[in-house]
C-alpha cells in the first residue's frame, strides 16, 4: 500500500455515522474534530528532526511530530496514561493483522524495556510501540525518525529527548520490507480519535517547528513549508498557521478557519541550524 493510500485509509476511519438519538448522543453533526496535517515539503533522507509543543489538548488527541511514508511518531492523551507512540506499517494493504503474510510484517528489532510492543490493524496493519509518558501541555518536545537501508528492507529508530533527564532514549527499531526506500513523504498532524459526538466541541491546538532532515547526500535540509491538508469530515472549525520558525494546527471547540485545504503555509526563515545533540548512534 502507497503512502498516499494509507493516509487516505487513515482518515477514511474518520468517516463514522453522525450523532443522533439511536447513538445516545442528542445533536446531529460529525462525531469527531476534523484531522488535520501538514505536508512537509523535504528531500528523501535518512533522518527527520522535528518539535512538537502541544498547546491544548483533550483525552483522546494525538500530535504526530514526526511523519513519514510509513509511520508516524509522536504524543496522545488518554484519561489515565499519557504516552509517546511510534508505528511503522506492514508492506502489505492489510487491514487485519492476522492476514498480512509473515515477509510483509515489520519485523521489531528493538524495544525499549519500559515500552509496550505490539502490532495494530485498522488503519493497515504494522508495528507499534507504546511507551509511557507523562508530557506536559506548553512543553517543547523533541522526535528524531532515523532510517538505515539494508538491501529491500530499512531499519526505522524512534528516538525521543527526555527533557527530565536532558537526554536521547532509544524507543524502537523497527524494520520493513520498503524496496530499499529511505525516509519521504513527510508529515505531522492532530487528530481526535475519540469521536464520540462530543469531542467536536473541544479546542486541540499544537506547534511544530526547527524541523530539519538530513538528505542522502548527507546535507541537512531545514523545513520552512508545508501543504495543509485535512481530512474529508465536514467541520470547517479548524486552521493552520505559521509565524516565526513554527507551525500551527487547531481544530475542534471555537477554532475559526482561515487558511484553506490545500493551501502552502510557510515561515520567512529556517531556524538558526539542524540541533548539534543528536544521538551518536544517529548521526555517525
Same mark, same amino acid.
Given at each position: 500500500?502507497?503512502?498516499?493510500?494509507?493516509?487516505?485509509?487513515?482518515?477514511?476511519?474518520?468517516?463514522? #455515522?453522525?450523532?443522533?438519538?439511536?447513538?445516545?448522543?442528542?445533536?446531529?453533526?460529525?462525531?469527531?474534530?476534523?484531522?488535520?496535517?501538514?505536508?512537509?515539503?523535504?528531500?528523501?533522507?535518512?533522518? $527527520?528532526?522535528?518539535?512538537?509543543?502541544?498547546?491544548?489538548?483533550?483525552?483522546?488527541?494525538?500530535?504526530?511530530?514526526?511523519?513519514?511514508?510509513?509511520?508516524?511518531?509522536?504524543?496522545?492523551?488518554?484519561?489515565?496514561?499519557?504516552?509517546?507512540?511510534?508505528?511503522?506499517?506492514?508492506?502489505?494493504?492489510?487491514?487485519?493483522?492476522?492476514?498480512?503474510?509473515?515477509?510483509?510484517?515489520?519485523?521489531?528489532?528493538?524495544?525499549?524495556?519500559?515500552?509496550?510492543?505490539?502490532?495494530?490493524?485498522?488503519?493497515?496493519?504494522?508495528?507499534?510501540?507504546?511507551?509511557?509518558?507523562?508530557?506536559?501541555? &506548553?512543553?517543547?518536545?523533541?522526535?528524531?525518525?532515523?532510517?538505515?537501508?539494508? &538491501?529491500?528492507?530499512?531499519?526505522?529508530?524512534? +528516538? $525521543?529527548?527526555?527533557?527530565?533527564?536532558?537526554? +536521547?532514549?532509544?524507543?524502537?527499531?523497527?524494520?520493513?520490507?520498503?524496496? &530499499?526506500?529511505?525516509?519521504?513523504?513527510?508529515?505531522?498532524?492532530?487528530?481526535?480519535?475519540?469521536?464520540?459526538?462530543?469531542?467536536?466541541?473541544?479546542?486541540?491546538?499544537?506547534?511544530?517547528?526547527?524541523? +530539519?532532515?538530513?538528505?542522502?547526500?548527507?546535507?541537512?535540509?531545514?523545513?520552512?513549508?508545508?501543504?495543509?491538508?485535512?481530512?474529508?469530515?465536514?467541520?470547517?472549525?479548524?486552521?493552520?498557521?505559521?509565524?516565526?520558525?513554527? $507551525?500551527?494546527?487547531?481544530?475542534?471547540?471555537?477554532?475559526?478557519?482561515?487558511?484553506?485545504?490545500?493551501?502552502?503555509?510557510?515561515? #520567512?526563515?529556517?531556524?538558526?541550524?539542524?540541533?548539534?545533540?543528536?544521538?551518536?548512534?544517529?548521526?555517525?
Amino acid at each position: 500500500m502507497t503512502s498516499r493510500a494509507r493516509l487516505k485509509a487513515a482518515c477514511a476511519a474518520l468517516l463514522l #455515522p453522525l450523532a443522533g438519538p439511536a447513538s445516545g448522543f442528542p445533536d446531529a453533526g460529525p462525531r469527531a474534530a476534523r484531522t488535520v496535517h501538514f505536508r512537509w515539503r523535504a528531500p528523501a533522507g535518512d533522518l $527527520f528532526y522535528n518539535e512538537a509543543r502541544v498547546l491544548e489538548s483533550v483525552p483522546s488527541t494525538y500530535v504526530a511530530a514526526a511523519g513519514w511514508n510509513r509511520g508516524y511518531f509522536g504524543m496522545q492523551e488518554h484519561s489515565a496514561k499519557d504516552m509517546v507512540i511510534f508505528s511503522v506499517w506492514d508492506s502489505s494493504g492489510a487491514h487485519d493483522s492476522d492476514s498480512a503474510a509473515p515477509d510483509e510484517r515489520v519485523e521489531v528489532v528493538y524495544g525499549n524495556p519500559k515500552a509496550a510492543i505490539r502490532r495494530f490493524a485498522g488503519e493497515g496493519t504494522g508495528a507499534q510501540c507504546k511507551y509511557p509518558y507523562a508530557w506536559r501541555a &506548553g512543553e517543547t518536545y523533541r522526535f528524531l525518525v532515523q532510517a538505515e537501508v539494508n &538491501g529491500a528492507k530499512t531499519s526505522y529508530t524512534a +528516538w $525521543f529527548y527526555l527533557n527530565e533527564a536532558k537526554r +536521547w532514549e532509544k524507543l524502537a527499531v523497527f524494520r520493513a520490507a520498503t524496496g &530499499g526506500g529511505a525516509l519521504e513523504g513527510y508529515y505531522s498532524f492532530v487528530e481526535d480519535f475519540r469521536r464520540d459526538g462530543r469531542s467536536p466541541r473541544e479546542r486541540r491546538r499544537a506547534r511544530f517547528g526547527r524541523g +530539519w532532515v538530513r538528505s542522502l547526500a548527507g546535507v541537512w535540509k531545514p523545513i520552512v513549508r508545508a501543504r495543509f491538508t485535512v481530512d474529508e469530515t465536514p467541520p470547517r472549525n479548524m486552521d493552520a498557521s505559521a509565524d516565526g520558525a513554527s $507551525f500551527e494546527l487547531a481544530t475542534g471547540g471555537d477554532v475559526r478557519n482561515t487558511t484553506r485545504p490545500d493551501e502552502i503555509v510557510s515561515v #520567512p526563515k529556517p531556524a538558526q541550524g539542524p540541533p548539534r545533540d543528536l544521538p551518536d548512534a544517529a548521526v555517525r
